[in-house]
């Protein structure tokens, strides 16, 4: 099975901060990679898929990236909206596991 | 454009059955994904089945316990969870094969 590993676990930024999230396959996936977002509550929203398609909707300032084995979600400028739970997920072999989750939160 | 089922609680060694109501279209043409998140926790992903051809993949942890079906006249899908333990206790959501479209979760709590 192919692991994610997900990092940072948790952090707080500034509004208007740069954030990125790490993810981390554990063999090489293509960019078979996507992002969600979570709020408490709610099921996750799709907002990356293939590593770097942004999915019709999510605003510009969200952006993924990397092949392989590493990839990246970065909020190129943090918003109060975006106080949330993001998680990464392959898909490129069976089972499509997720990483552990990021919760991003505001200072 | 996915409804579940209303939330459960069960005692260990029970089953429960989750519904996941799609629309036709949906039901043509998209395989179904099945994830959980147990609380405080992270998304697990746990199987997947294709509506019209009944095939189905599981998690290796999850293989011989969970098993899922379709009633393809009402455009629904099934997930069954046998022999229920405490770490089952989750919300667990059906989704789209493209991961853009989920249910809104179905609360399962498995306590003596």
Same mark, same amino acid.
């Given at each position: 099975d192919i692991q994610m590993t997900q990092s940072p676990s948790s952090l707080s930024a500034s509004v208007g901060d740069r954030v990125t999230i790490t993810c981390q396959a554990?063999?090489?996936?293509?960019?078979y990679v996507n992002w969600f977002q979570q709020k408490p509550g709610r099921p996750p929203k799709l907002l990356?898929?293939?590593?770097s398609i942004l999915e019709t909707?999510?605003?510009?300032r969200f952006s993924g990236g990397g092949s392989g084995t590493h990839f990246t979600l970065t909020i190129s400028s943090l918003q109060p909206e975006d106080t949330a739970e993001y998680h990464c997920q392959q898909y490129?072999?069976?089972?499509?596991n997720f990483g552990q989750g990021t919760k991003v939160e505001i200072k | 454009q996915l409804l579940q089922s209303g939330a459960e609680v069960r005692k260990p060694g029970a089953s429960v059955k989750v519904s996941c109501k799609a629309s036709a279209s949906t039901f043509k043409i998209s395989d179904i994904n099945w994830v959980r998140q147990a609380p405080g926790q992270g998304l697990e992903w746990m199987g997947w089945m294709n509506p019209d051809s009944g095939r189905s993949g599981f998690a290796r942890k999850f293989q011989g316990r969970v098993f899922t079906s379709t009633n393809t006249s009402i455009s629904t899908a099934y997930l069954e969870v046998h022999?229920?333990?405490? %770490? %089952?206790?989750a919300v667990y959501f059906c989704l789209t094969s493209a991961f853009g479209d989920w249910g809104q979760g179905t609360p399962v709590t498995v306590s003596s």
């Open positions: 554990s063999q090489a996936i293509k960019q990356i898929y293939g590593a909707g999510v605003p510009s490129d072999n069976l089972p499509y | 022999n229920l333990r405490s %770490d %089952d206790t």
